[in-house]
């Protein structure tokens, strides 16, 4: 049975009612287009509603509807109760969410009672905004286009919430005919000429790559200071900032992971203060890092710090090649009777290869 197109509303509500249940085999997967809400699948509006199989070629004024699925003809597009309308649309590649950019439009209705889209209207003949020279004009011209429709709100002016659904298709140059493609696969083109074509053999012997060093920078006489001190809570408070330290991880063959821990000293000065007094936030510096997966350690607060299990990064097995670069905030707080002076100590930092 063809559907009347100037009938199309009512025609293919009765055909369609008439095939639940029915599936299509004969149609391509689809891969939805970038910018694509939803997959827009071509239909057989002459027949049964079927989905067709990509690279038909069909006329401009074929009878082409728009499905979401393969399975079910019955099944919807997804309703956006934000619109007021819905369009029809040409449009050239990349353009599809740029309604003043749609080379020609045409009007679709909702299901009664809803804001659902149903087998709509996918035939070229129906482009019939801002007028007919404007899909004449890409019937002559030819070329790559989207073919689909559009939730619309603002009197038409603009794409609602609920999106575009859209397919690829070729329109061959004055010749009034048009291919779908159902995937992302390229253009239609001419059958190559076999005598205009010639292959090239190519081979290349390759070795095999070795692993190379793990390493640690520490930058010569590295040395924190910490700044001024202050009250807080009524105990000595000061903050400082560890040096850049450079991890380097040319293990590119076996890449089992690292870890990278410190060990501080007591702080001696007036009196001795427990290491644990220091605290520090490690971080993954980002510039100069070339490398991914390796991971910060957790931070240490001062008065309670576990310097026996500090770790500043560690990278898993396949994480941290190449470099990275770590960091850390430092803070200090004395305790309440520690006498007022200057408190020194030492941290180690030692790498290990996993």
Same mark, same amino acid.
């Given at each position: 049975?063809?559907?009347?197109?100037?009938?199309?509303?009512?025609?293919?509500?009765?055909?369609?009612?008439?095939?639940?249940?029915?599936?299509?085999?004969?149609?391509?997967?689809?891969?939805?287009?970038?910018?694509?809400?939803?997959?827009?699948?071509?239909?057989?509006?002459?027949?049964?509603?079927?989905?067709?199989?990509?690279?038909?070629?069909?006329?401009?004024?074929?009878?082409?509807?728009?499905?979401?699925?393969?399975?079910?003809?019955?099944?919807?597009?997804?309703?956006?109760?934000?619109?007021? &309308?819905? $369009?029809?649309?040409? @449009?050239?590649?990349? /353009?599809?969410?740029? =309604?003043?950019?749609?080379?020609? *439009? #045409?009007?679709?209705?909702?299901?009664?009672?809803?804001?659902?889209?149903?087998?709509?209207?996918?035939?070229?003949?129906?482009?019939?905004?801002?007028?007919?020279?404007?899909?004449?004009?890409?019937?002559?011209?030819?070329g790559d286009y989207s073919l689909g429709f559009a939730y619309m709100r603002n009197n038409g002016l603009n794409i609602s919430a609920g999106g575009v659904y859209f397919a690829h298709?070729?329109?061959?140059?004055?010749?009034? &005919?048009? $291919?779908?493609?159902? @995937?992302?696969?390229? /253009?239609?083109?001419? =059958?190559?000429?076999?005598?205009? *074509? #010639?292959?090239i053999d190519l081979q290349a012997t390759t070795v095999a790559a070795q692993d190379g060093n793990l390493s640690l920078s520490v930058p010569a006489s590295a040395k924190v200071t910490?700044?001024?001190?202050?009250?807080?809570?009524?105990?000595?408070?000061?903050?400082?900032?560890?040096?850049?330290?450079?991890?380097?991880?040319?293990?590119?063959?076996?890449?089992?992971?690292?870890?990278?821990?410190?060990?501080?000293?007591?702080?001696?000065?007036?009196?001795?203060?427990?290491?644990?007094?220091?605290?520090?936030?490690?971080?993954?510096?980002?510039?100069? *890092?070339?490398?991914?997966?390796?991971?910060?350690?957790?931070?240490?607060?001062?008065?309670?710090?576990?310097?026996?299990?500090?770790?500043?990064?560690?990278?898993?097995?396949?994480?941290?090649?190449?470099?990275?670069?770590?960091?850390?905030?430092?803070?200090?707080?004395?305790?309440?009777?520690?006498?007022?002076?200057?408190?020194?100590?030492?941290?180690?930092?030692?790498?290990?290869?996993?």
């Amino acid at each position: 049975m063809k559907l009347n197109r100037l009938a199309r509303v009512a025609a293919i509500g009765l055909a369609a009612a008439a095939l639940v249940g029915m599936t299509s085999t004969a149609a391509s997967a689809q891969t939805k287009p970038a910018n694509s809400t939803g997959a827009f699948y071509i239909a057989n509006g002459e027949t049964d509603g079927s989905v067709m199989t990509e690279g038909t070629v069909n006329g401009f004024e074929f009878a082409a509807l728009g499905r979401p699925d393969t399975t079910d003809v019955n099944t919807h597009f997804a309703a956006d109760p934000t619109a007021e &309308s819905a $369009t029809l649309f040409i @449009s050239p590649r990349g /353009s599809e969410l740029n =309604p003043s950019a749609w080379n020609a *439009t #045409g009007v679709l209705a909702f299901v009664p009672g809803t804001k659902d889209i149903w087998l709509p209207s996918a035939s070229l003949s129906s482009l019939t905004t801002p007028g007919a020279s404007s899909i004449d004009a890409v019937r002559a011209a030819g070329g790559d286009y989207s073919l689909g429709f559009a939730y619309m709100r603002n009197n038409g002016l603009n794409i609602s919430a609920g999106g575009v659904y859209f397919a690829h298709i070729h329109v061959t140059a004055g010749s009034g &005919s048009w $291919t779908f493609l159902n @995937s992302e696969a390229a /253009s239609t083109q001419p =059958p190559v000429d076999p005598t205009m *074509t #010639g292959d090239i053999d190519l081979q290349a012997t390759t070795v095999a790559a070795q692993d190379g060093n793990l390493s640690l920078s520490v930058p010569a006489s590295a040395k924190v200071t910490f700044g001024a001190a202050t009250l807080v809570d009524n105990r000595s408070t000061s903050t400082g900032t560890l040096p850049n330290v450079t991890v380097q991880d040319d293990r590119v063959v076996s890449h089992p992971g690292w870890t990278l821990s410190a060990t501080v000293a007591d702080f001696a000065g007036p009196q001795t203060i427990d290491k644990k007094q220091l605290g520090w936030t490690p971080a993954v510096v980002t510039a100069g *890092t070339t490398s991914t997966g390796a991971v910060a350690g957790a931070a240490l607060s001062a008065g309670s710090a576990n310097w026996g299990s500090a770790k500043l990064a560690a990278a898993p097995s396949g994480a941290g090649l190449g470099t990275t670069v770590l960091g850390a905030n430092l803070t200090f707080v004395a305790p309440g009777d520690a006498p007022a002076g200057t408190y020194t100590s030492k941290m180690t930092l030692t790498l290990v290869g996993e």
